[in-house]
Every structure is written in C-alpha cells, then in structure tokens.
C-alpha cells in the first residue's frame, strides 16, 4: 500500500537497488556510467530506508503491499526497528563498500568488473528484503535469493581454490536452506500465513517435541549462515574472494543474514518465554558461548590476514546469537546493536587487508613489520577495528559488549560475562601482535603509497566506530532502533 507520496517505500527499497543491477550490466562497457549506476542506487536505497526513520524511532512500522501466491500464503513486507536497523547497515555500508570496490578493482585489473558490481547489487536487495520480510515465507525466498547471488562473488577470481570455495559456499548454505524449508512449510501448518510476532508466534500448547525439532531445523538452516560451530566451515574456505566480497560476506550482508535470522527466530517465532520453558535457551547459549572461544582460540592458529578475520567473524557473529538465547532486555538490545558495531569494525579491517595487499601484495601477518609508517592511515584504522572488536571502552564494540554482559546477568546467566571477558583477551591476542609488528617492527620491504579510493572508506568506517563508541545513538538512532526492538521482543523479560 502507498505509504509516502503514493511510493511503496520498503519494496522501493528492495527494487531500486536490483533495479541498479540491471543498469549496471545495461551499461557494462563503459565502466564510468556503471560505477555511477552503483553508486546512485545505492544513494537511492538508504535515502529511501532512511525516510522510514521517523516512523519507526516514534514506535511505529511501515506496511507494504502483500502479494498472495496461494490462498493463506503472501510476500509480505513490513519495516520495524529491528529490521529497519539491519536495513540502514547494509544500505551505508553497501555505498562506503561502492567506492572502495572501484578502487580496489581497478588497481587489481580485475576481469568481469560488471558482473561483480551487478552480483553486489542483488545481494543488497536481498538483503533489504530479508531485513523487511513480514512472514517467514517471504524471509526464506530473500534467504535463498542472497546464496545464490553470492555465489559468483565468492568463485569470481575463477582460480580452483575459488571454484572450490565456492563450491563448499553452495553445498552448506543450500543444504542448510533444505532444513529451513521444511521448518517454515511446518510452521505454516501450525499457524497460516507465518507472520513474523514479537515475543513469538507458535500457538499455545505446542508440543515440546514439536519445539525442539522446529529448533534444530532453525538452528541449522540458519546457523550455517551465522558461522555457528561446527557449521563454520565455508566461512574460512570462501576467503579466497577479492577482499570487498570478503566484506559484504563478515560485515553487510551474508553472515549478518544469518545472525539476524537468529533474532527474528528466537523473539519472532519461538519467543523467549517458550525458549525458555522448553529449556532451548540454555542449549543455543552454550552454542554461541563455545563458538565464541573456539573461533578466537582458531584465529591464533592463522597467519593468513583474512582467514584470521575470518575465524574472529565465527566468533563475533556468535555474541548475536548469545544475545537472542540470554533472552533479556539488555542482552538483545547489545545483540542487535553488535549487528551496526561489528559492520563498522570488520568492514574496516577486512578494507585494510584489501589495500595492504593492493600496495605491499602481503597477506601472511608475519610479513607486516613496519606498515604502520609505511601505511599510517591503513594500519591506525586497523588498530581502532582491533580495539573495537576486543571490547575496549569507547569503541563501538565496547557498548554492545557491555550490554550483553548486564543481560548475561540479568537472565542469570553470568557465566557468559567470563567468556565474553576470555573472547575479549583473546581479540587482543590475535589482532594487537598485527598492530606492534606494523608500528615498533623494521619493515619488510618498500610499499606503494596508499591510494584515497581504498584509504578514505576505512577511514571514515573507523570513524563511525569511534563515534558509536562515545555517542551509541548519533545519526540515525541505531542504539534506539536496538533498544526498542528488545523491548517489543522480551518485554518486561528481565
């Protein structure tokens, strides 16, 4: 239904930017006119995302039109604060990724620009669409939109160990797709039309056995998405995409799919007061808790830049899906907001492994003595991601960290405050040996000078990491957003 001068706004915002894929392959042989297609859709998608702000920060939600496919069965779109919140990051993250992506392709010469700037488009469709999906129908169909599209990102360098990566991508993420199939065609027969509820929707005196099951298709459908151990596996192995991929899969768009549908399922379907009756609360943080130390403790093991990134994503993800179990107020709110504080800190460091490998063609951490002079602006952003992902104090990471700690003892769970203390000691382990080794150590060699197309993103995304650290609500309310959709997920839960 037209809801802002007759536009459609949360469709608008999933079709401009598919909308944008096709004016980039439309305009493929003049690479200026297709960079500018990407970057105008992208203007497009979070300007429209971001006029919905008023509404929702008041309380409020955005309709959309629903398209019936069968009778009791509709797409279904409606913006709330949760998904409105993962709507923004992937929308300004998506235009900040743009700029560096042209940069970063063109010093790399790499083949089939189009294609990857196309793919990139869909998947932030996609992506759109599932923040805004109403009904899990609807959340499934975007889902599986977005492993399909991803795929040519992460297999688009076309060497065998991209084609195999690739190639392990598509045979976790659909099979896993098959278990979150037969989940929500189960949950339809239990309630028609599967809308989306805040505190859940599964109808009274659902039996437990029912519960549970339903929980184990959830957990794996979606968990191998959210790098859930052990179904973690594809994560490290499609790190042999070029590094912007690398950052819409950890920071924009794939597994923060995953960690979002985590919420969407424990404070939508499930909700928490039956996750807790049924004891699966306790079963899904233990889950998250021993995915966070064992993606730190794997991290150690990588000299490799990216996939090291890549393990500390297993863990980080997990402080989400530790917050949807915890299940209080302040737990979801520091899950949500890890969703904004995680996209701002990774995609800084995984833009800084992309221009340290542009100008210095390094990616074994031993390898990185001396870049901070050599790269001051690369490596100072990289050291503020560090920081932020280790939990220190006025950083991002730090608020959202803080908050998980007081709903781990709120829900009283306090042990989950050791191994968010243990994680945080173990960030430190594996990120800040990087960060001397660039500063105090000989460098290893001469070193292109840093070019503004790769330099001014990380910068201005180590900024905004900063800025949420001291001011968490500055700009468009991301801290409100995550606070208000806690409240209307656990309510007066403590």
Not at 120 to 135: D, H, I, P, R, W
Not at 204 to 213: A, I, R
């Given at each position: 239904?037209?809801?802002f001068?007759g536009?459609?706004?949360?469709?608008a915002?999933?079709?401009?930017?598919?909308?944008?894929?096709?004016?980039?392959?439309?305009?493929?042989?003049?690479p200026?006119?297709?960079?500018?297609?990407?970057?105008?859709?992208?203007?497009?998608?979070l300007?429209?995302?971001?006029?919905?702000?008023?509404?929702?920060?008041?309380?409020?939600?955005v309709?959309?039109?629903?398209?019936?496919?069968?009778?009791?069965?509709s797409?279904?779109?409606?913006?709330?604060?949760l998904?409105?919140?993962?709507?923004?990051?992937?929308?300004m993250?998506?235009l900040?990724?743009?700029?560096?992506?042209?940069?970063?392709?063109?010093?790399?010469?790499?083949?089939?620009?189009?294609?990857?700037?196309?793919?990139f488009?869909?998947?932030?469709?996609?992506t759109?669409?599932?923040?805004?999906?109403?009904?899990?129908?609807?959340?499934?169909?975007?889902?599986?939109?977005?492993?399909?599209?991803?795929?040519?990102?992460?297999?688009?360098?076309?060497?065998?160990?991209?084609r195999?990566?690739?190639?392990k991508?598509?045979?976790?993420?659909?099979?896993?797709?098959?278990?979150?199939?037969?989940?929500?065609?189960?949950?339809?027969?239990?309630?028609?039309?599967?809308?989306?509820?805040a505190?859940?929707?599964?109808?009274?005196?659902?039996?437990?056995w029912t519960?549970?099951?339903?929980?184990?298709?959830?957990?794996?459908?979606?968990?191998?998405?959210?790098?859930?151990?052990?179904?973690?596996g594809?994560?490290?192995?499609?790190m042999?995409?070029?590094?912007?991929?690398?950052?819409?899969?950890?920071?924009?768009?794939?597994?923060?799919?995953?960690?979002?549908?985590?919420?969407?399922?424990?404070?939508?379907?499930?909700?928490?007061?039956?996750?807790?009756?049924?004891?699966?609360?306790?079963?899904?943080?233990?889950?998250a808790?021993?995915?966070?130390l064992?993606?730190?403790?794997?991290?150690?093991?990588?000299?490799?830049?990216?996939?090291r990134?890549?393990?500390?994503?297993?863990?980080?993800?997990?402080?989400?899906?530790?917050?949807?179990?915890?299940?209080?107020?302040?737990?979801?709110?520091?899950?949500?907001?890890?969703?904004?504080?995680?996209?701002?800190?990774?995609?800084t460091m995984?833009?800084?492994?992309?221009?340290?490998?542009?100008?210095?063609?390094?990616?074994d951490?031993?390898?990185?003595?001396?870049?901070?002079?050599?790269?001051?602006?690369?490596?100072?952003?990289?050291?503020?991601?560090?920081?932020?992902?280790?939990?220190?104090?006025?950083?991002?990471?730090?608020?959202?960290?803080?908050?998980?700690?007081?709903?781990?003892?709120?829900?009283?769970?306090?042990?989950?405050?050791?191994v968010?203390?243990?994680?945080?000691?173990?960030n430190?382990?594996?990120?800040?040996?990087?960060?001397?080794?660039?500063f105090?150590e000989a460098?290893?060699g001469?070193?292109?000078?840093?070019?503004?197309?790769?330099?001014a993103?990380?910068?201005?995304?180590?900024?905004v990491?900063?800025?949420?650290?001291?001011?968490?609500?500055?700009?468009v309310?991301?801290?409100?957003?995550?606070?208000?959709?806690?409240?209307?997920?656990a309510?007066?839960?403590?």
């Amino acid at each position: 239904m037209p809801d802002f001068l007759g536009v459609d706004r949360p469709l608008a915002a999933v079709l401009v930017s598919l909308a944008g894929a096709g004016l980039i392959r439309l305009f493929g042989r003049f690479p200026t006119i297709r960079e500018g297609c990407t970057f105008g859709a992208g203007v497009a998608t979070l300007t429209i995302v971001a006029t919905m702000l008023p509404v929702v920060l008041g309380g409020g939600e955005v309709e959309s039109s629903s398209l019936p496919l069968v009778p009791g069965v509709s797409l279904h779109l409606r913006v709330d604060s949760l998904g409105l919140l993962f709507a923004l990051v992937a929308a300004m993250l998506w235009l900040i990724t743009s700029v560096y992506s042209v940069g970063y392709m063109r010093a790399g010469n790499y083949t089939n620009q189009t294609g990857y700037f196309a793919s990139f488009a869909v998947c932030v469709s996609a992506t759109v669409g599932l923040a805004f999906a109403a009904n899990l129908l609807t959340f499934f169909l975007f889902y599986e939109v977005l492993t399909l599209a991803t795929y040519p990102l992460v297999a688009h360098n076309r060497t065998a160990s991209a084609r195999a990566g690739g190639r392990k991508y598509l045979v976790y993420t659909l099979t896993a797709g098959q278990l979150l199939l037969l989940a929500v065609v189960w949950i339809h027969s239990l309630v028609p039309g599967g809308e989306f509820q805040a505190g859940g929707m599964l109808p009274p005196g659902t039996p437990s056995w029912t519960t549970t099951v339903l929980f184990i298709l959830f957990v794996v459908g979606i968990g191998v998405k959210a790098g859930i151990m052990p179904l973690h596996g594809w994560l490290p192995a499609a790190m042999v995409a070029p590094t912007p991929v690398s950052a819409l899969l950890h920071a924009v768009a794939v597994v923060k799919a995953g960690a979002f549908g985590c919420l969407r399922v424990v404070g939508y379907v499930f909700g928490v007061d039956l996750m807790r009756s049924v004891g699966l609360d306790t079963v899904l943080a233990l889950l998250a808790g021993t995915t966070i130390l064992f993606g730190s403790v794997r991290a150690l093991g990588e000299t490799h830049l990216k996939r090291r990134l890549a393990y500390s994503t297993v863990s980080q993800l997990s402080y989400i899906v530790l917050g949807a179990a915890l299940g209080s107020v302040a737990a979801l709110a520091g899950a949500m907001f890890h969703i904004v504080a995680h996209g701002f800190m990774k995609i800084t460091m995984f833009f800084c492994a992309g221009s340290i490998y542009t100008e210095s063609h390094r990616d074994d951490v031993s390898q990185f003595g001396g870049l901070g002079r050599q790269m001051p602006v690369t490596m100072t952003a990289f050291a503020i991601g560090a920081a932020g992902l280790a939990g220190t104090p006025l950083l991002a990471g730090f608020v959202s960290k803080w908050n998980l700690g007081l709903g781990a003892i709120a829900a009283g769970h306090g042990l989950f405050v050791a191994v968010l203390v243990i994680s945080g000691l173990l960030n430190l382990a594996y990120l800040f040996p990087i960060v001397y080794s660039a500063f105090f150590e000989a460098p290893h060699g001469e070193v292109r000078r840093e070019r503004w197309t790769l330099t001014a993103p990380l910068a201005l995304t180590a900024f905004v990491a900063i800025l949420l650290g001291v001011m968490p609500d500055v700009g468009v309310g991301f801290y409100q957003l995550a606070w208000n959709a806690a409240v209307s997920v656990a309510g007066g839960t403590p």
